[in-house]
């Protein structure tokens, strides 16, 4: 990768494990950029986007797809589709990227209230917890419409949600008349650890949103999915919060290289983590749970005998070229993209064992 200056000069090595959103187009998507088929999306249909969402949502099982500029902004829309009279409630994990990193735009934007339940470990939401959170037909509450669940779950270390979860999750909002949104952003990396197709992962659910630039490794762009009804409206949404683009098939055509030639090769990143995590269990300071080390994402824990907190060992690593995220005091993400390369997990790993033993850094 690129040289990235620092502290102490100029890195020529770089491993950027800060998420799988930092890479950069490759050529064949930059030759696809170049050569892509477009028209105004607007006025009419760009040819290139539209093929896009298609794939998509035959990929997904289901009738139409929508090109969105970002997970927030598919996620925004769906709930504003599934939640459009006022007063509606929906259900959400207390560690959702929706509770979490999206500025409560359901509520700022959509006038939509939040009901959190707490998320398990594993990522998912207990059945009963859901069903209790479920509003009853009352003048004093609000009305429960929708329930959103994520896979993988990013703030829980990239843990995969099984078809069979999904399936109860979604029997149970059919029962009460409610709807089921699934924030898939890295769904594509859940069905190739679970070796489950994407179609049935995402079977129970009613909208399903999908990120063209984090594991699959797209310049920019999501795209959400669902009923022709669900996706009509959204269009008309996508359209009110400036999200209608001209000449869309830019953007489309490198999304399409990486569904048609870097989605498949997903495990290696999988692979890639786990080398990570095995070889960091090794170093005295910092733990990893192997165990919950499932797709791209590793959770390293700052142990209370570390020299370092988490800060300073990202920040330790960053001078020798090493690029981390410090989540809290004592945790360090590192995620994995098809930029990364098996000898670089190497190289980061003796780079930690460096920094956490000379509380300096990497030299090799």
Known sequence: MAGHETANGYVKRIVD??????????????QAMANALVDDDVLGVDPTVDQLQKEMAQICGKD??????????????????HCEVRGSEVIIGSESH????EQGGI????????????????????????????????????????ICIENTHGSLGGRCIGSEYTDKLGGLARRYGLKLHIDGAR?????????????RLVEAADSVSVCLSKGLGAPVGSVIVGSFEFIAKA????????????????????????????????????????RLAEGLTRIKGIHVDLASVETNMVFVEV????????????????????LTMALTKNKVRAVFHHQISEDDVQHAIRCFQVALENHTGCTM
């Open 64 to 81: 139409a797809g929508l090109f969105v500029a970002s997970g927030t902004m598919g996620n925004l829309i769906s709930v504003l589709v």
């Open 98 to 101: 929706i509770h979490h990193y």
């Open 107 to 146: 509520s700022t934007l959509g006038h939509v209230y939040s009901n959190i339940v707490p998320n398990e470990s594993d990522g998912t939401l207990d059945l009963r917890k859901v069903e209790d959170a479920i509003r009853p037909d009352d003048v004093h509450y609000p009305t429960t419409r929708l």
């Open 187 to 199: 769904i594509f990396n859940a069905a190739t650890a679970l070796n489950v197709p994407i179609q």
């Open 17 to 30: 494990l800060r998420s799988d959103t930092v890479t950069k187009p490759t050529p064949e998507m930059r």
């Open 303 to 322: 142990t209370e005998d570390s020299p370092l907190s988490a800060n300073e060992i990202c920040k330790s690593l960053k001078n020798y070229g090493i």
């Open 235 to 274: 269009r008309r949404l996508r359209k009110a919060l400036g999200g209608g683009m001209r000449q869309l098939g830019v953007l489309a055509a490198p999304a399409l290289v990486s569904i048609h030639d870097i989605a498949g090769k997903l495990h290696i990143d999988h692979q890639n983590a786990h």
